[in-house]
């Protein structure tokens, strides 16, 4: 398939960013490299994310076939590689950004709604991260790089660590590279561990990250704090600060407050900063496996609680009426600018009118041809 179309400078300019950042691009040459270095035990480094999705001994059965192409270009775009015209495509419709990545990008936000494959898309980057990527210009002699992944609960890590195993062990390559496996981290031979663990503030100190990558972000939870997510967030970016390593957040939207609002509100679509890429998806954009059917249902059930969860619609924020502040004693809420009854706006009427119309904005957006499933 063609390229899309670049200009030489461009090209070179990914090409001396790619060497710069440890990744490489070259097709069969890097992919012949991977095989030699699984040969010789020397370790896998600089096959670029393409490469490796490509290839049946690399991550070629992680995400594949035409359900996973929205996820791949949104990856390939994370990491600065070229798109081929039909990925350039998804990546403008999920990120509203016409032009993509010409380096890795630093933060990487991804708002996408639930079963949309988030965790598996997780795992295969966790996977490229630590397996294929050369940090050694980036380390004091002894520091072990740690790919960390923090997600809301023990269950979830389970989820994402038991992915990545999955995927290492399909591949006959990288499978030789698992040296320790614990409850919650994969040590590899070439000195890099994959750490996937429930969001805390205990042991974020100390460790030296190459990339952090953050599961349903906007689900973090914590005793200690009211505001986790942010804090942990910053508990972690030390941690990135000599590699240089990317911060990576993938969640379903929760509310209009903290990191992923945050950087959705900044960043998302031309205005956002180029280093920061921010993408957002309902669950069938990125798995069109799922079927309308369901979502359908999910949606009918309850259109407030199915726009945020499938739509990966931001849930509106709600203010007091001056009307109800006067009439009601315990405090009922509702959206400003929704509509009223007769009867006068209520919490559940007015979000439920709001909902109403991001379902039947997505049902119009649904017309679209369904793409293929893999599955
Ligand atoms: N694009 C896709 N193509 C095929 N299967 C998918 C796709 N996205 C998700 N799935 C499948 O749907 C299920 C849920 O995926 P998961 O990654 O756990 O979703 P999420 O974390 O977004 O809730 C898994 O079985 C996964 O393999
Ligand atoms: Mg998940």
Redesign the pocket.
């Known amino acids: 398939m063609r390229l899309n179309q670049e200009t030489g400078r461009t090209r070179k300019l990914r090409k001396v960013r790619a060497l710069e950042q440890g990744t490489a691009f070259g097709g069969e040459a890097a992919a012949a490299r991977a095989r030699i270095s699984a040969i010789t035990g020397e370790p896998l480094a600089r096959v670029s994310l393409r490469t490796a999705l490509e290839d049946l001994q690399l991550l070629g059965n992680a995400i594949p076939g035409d359900?996973?192409k929205?996820?791949r270009a949104l990856l390939l775009a994370s990491r600065g590689e070229p798109l081929r015209d039909d990925e350039l495509a998804q990546f403008r419709q999920l990120t509203e950004r016409e032009e993509p990545p010409v380096e890795r990008v630093q933060e990487f936000y991804c708002v996408?709604g639930?079963?949309?494959?988030?965790?598996?898309?997780i795992a295969t980057l966790l996977t490229y991260l630590a397996t294929m990527v050369d940090y050694r210009g980036k380390l004091a002699s002894g520091e072990i790089p740690v790919v960390l992944c923090l997600s809301p609960s023990q269950e979830q890590s389970g989820?994402i660590l038991s992915y990545v195993k999955g995927i290492l062990r399909e591949s006959p390559i990288l499978a030789q590279l698992i040296a320790r496996e614990t409850a919650e981290q994969i040590e590899l031979t070439n000195h890099v561990t994959i750490n996937v663990r429930a969001a805390s503030f205990r042991r974020l100190r100390g460790q030296t990250c190459v990339a952090a990558v953050f599961d349903e972000i906007a689900f973090f939870m914590s005793d200690e704090s009211s505001n986790p997510d942010t804090e942990i967030l910053a508990a972690v970016k030390p941690s990135l600060a000599t590699t240089g390593g990317p911060l990576i957040a993938i969640s379903s939207p929760h509310r209009r407050k903290g990191v992923l609002w945050e950087a959705f509100k900044a960043h998302f679509g031309a205005k956002g900063n180029p280093s920061i890429l921010v993408a957002k998806g309902t669950s069938r954009e990125?798995?069109?496996?799922l079927t309308e059917e369901f979502v359908n249902r999910e949606l009918e059930k309850d259109p407030a609680f199915g726009a945020a969860e499938y739509l990966a619609e931001f849930p509106p924020i709600l203010k007091l009426s001056s009307a109800m502040r006067r009439s009601t004693p315990a405090p009922t809420v509702v959206l400003k600018s929704a509509p009223t009854s007769a009867a006068g706006p209520t919490l559940a009427s007015s979000t439920r009118a709001v909902a109403r119309m991001t379902v039947s904005r997505w049902r119009l957006a649904t017309k679209r041809a369904k793409p293929p499933?893999?599955?």
């Not at 990125?286 to 496996?289: I, Q, V």
């Open positions: 359900s996973w929205a996820w996408i639930r079963r949309g494959g988030k965790s598996r898309a989820i990125l798995n069109p496996c499933c893999s599955i």
